[in-house]
């Protein structure tokens, strides 16, 4: 007997959480990924780790992401790839121009927030435009969550 694979298949959704503790963001881009062949099986595994991830522009105009850790697929041979190297990201030139205009200003970074798998299977990988929070700020973004959970729960009684 043969075991059937599943014909629905499973939803990736890797989200960088530690982001939006640090960051706040300014604006959001869906981009593209190059990957080599062992990279999006390890992906779909969900096998990624963004927390230190960061985007630079390189002297040709393009845009790559640095310190993605993609983890080795377990099943790869000889040609398996390496886990932190550099990958590059794929954007209109449009929305390149634009993130090289605003990179100019002080303060402000690009920074990896979520990783999916959209419906045509490539891996995308969705960046935004952040500038770091002070401490009170992040104390403020605690203080409304836990404001919010106590008000959800004051509802459900």
């Not at 981009?31 to 780790?49: F, H, Y």
């Not at 045509?120 to 401490?135: D, P, W």
């Amino acid at each position: 007997m043969s075991k059937e694979k599943d014909s629905t298949p499973k939803r990736v959704n890797i989200v960088n959480r530690r982001a939006s503790h640090e960051y706040s963001f300014l604006a959001k881009y869906d981009a593209g990924m190059m990957l080599q062949g062992t990279e999006i099986k390890s992906i779909r595994d969900g096998n990624v780790n963004m927390q230190d991830g960061f985007c630079t522009f390189h002297p040709d105009g393009s845009l790559w992401v640095h310190n993605l850790s993609i983890a080795q697929y377990t099943q790869g041979t000889y040609n398996n790839h390496e886990p932190k190297r550099e990958r590059k990201l794929l954007l209109n030139k449009k929305e390149l121009r634009q993130l090289e205009g605003k990179m100019q200003e002080q303060g402000v970074t690009i920074v990896p927030i979520r990783m999916f798998v959209n419906d045509r299977g490539f891996a995308k990988l969705e960046i935004a435009l952040a500038k770091g929070k002070k401490l009170y700020d992040k104390r403020e973004d605690i203080k409304a969550k836990d404001q919010k959970r106590e008000m959800d729960r004051a509802r459900e009684y």
